[in-house]
DNA sequence: CCCGCGCTACGAAGATCTTCGTTGATTCTA
DNA sequence: TAGAATCAACGAAGATCTTCGTAGCGCGGG
């Protein structure tokens, strides 16, 4: 008997690069997505749809297949899936201490002044203790 | 002809369990890393023995032949690839912003009073345009 | 001296990822 | 309406990842 995904996988490289487009874009058909990433990446049509053919069966997408031309859509938000992958990057990586992450996100690539003000911001809410 | 690797790849996830028994114990035969992986991983004996053998020839890994059991040291420190880590994530799911990480990340998993306080204190440098 | 144990090396199998060619169906157009 | 364009589906190939069985070597104990 197969094991039924609980959760939605750790979308790839590949995969990742296709759920940008659709965050950004909204839903989408294989063809709006494979011209936004034959730019940058030069990947066939073909691929892409392959591609979105498999974040179906991984439940990474919804499928709309009213019209003939099926249209795919995230099925986590950006914002979600962002989190997932931080906190795999944490548990990998970082031993679960979020904070050194985020000491090193920011020694790493600097951020501009508003961004640095939000991050205080958000530094006065947690030690007021309040949740979020 | 083959390519020269310039830098060292991303590691996967295998390997990156693998260096960081590495970086917490210091230079490790097989032996040494099988005995702690095998708690919590199961996997056998050359199991671990043929991801270090690629991970040296990947250079994720430097080897010290001088012994019969060779002796296997990372080759980046845990700080740098951790920072290489970020930095792919950063660019792949997080469109380049640091900032947008690290509201994540602090959202996400509270951190103790101290490292906010350090995370306040580097703020303070950053915008006092310090290099870091 | 010889056997067995610990160790490396090798190779192969199975899984997943990424790619794309081809086929056949549907829709558009001249 | 016939041919061209568009599309989903499928399969297969090549790459990488992860696993482990087996072979072969050297060392140390009996």
Redesign the interface.
Same mark, same amino acid.
């Given at each position: 008997m197969a094991e039924k995904r609980v959760s939605t996988p750790r979308p790839t490289?590949a995969e990742?690069?296709i759920l940008?487009v659709l965050w950004q874009r909204g839903p989408s058909t294989v063809r709006d997505v494979h011209q936004v990433l034959s730019r940058s990446h030069g990947s066939g049509y073909t691929t892409v749809l392959k591609l979105l053919q498999i974040m179906t069966e991984k439940r990474l997408v919804v499928r709309d297949e009213a019209q003939r031309a099926h249209v795919y859509a995230a099925r986590e938000s950006e914002?979600r899936?962002? $989190?997932q +992958? =931080?906190?795999d #990057?944490?548990d990998?990586?970082?031993?679960?201490?979020?904070?050194?992450?985020?000491?090193?996100?920011?020694?790493?690539?600097?951020?501009?002044?508003e961004?640095?003000r939000?991050? $205080?911001a +958000? =530094?006065d809410q #947690?030690?007021k203790g309040e949740a979020?």
């Open positions: 490289d990742l690069a940008r914002r899936t962002q $989190r +992958l =931080l906190g #990057l944490v990998r990586a970082f031993g679960g201490s979020s904070a050194k992450l985020v000491l090193h996100a920011l020694s790493e690539r600097p951020a501009s002044e961004e640095l939000g991050i $205080r +958000l =530094l #947690l030690e979020l």
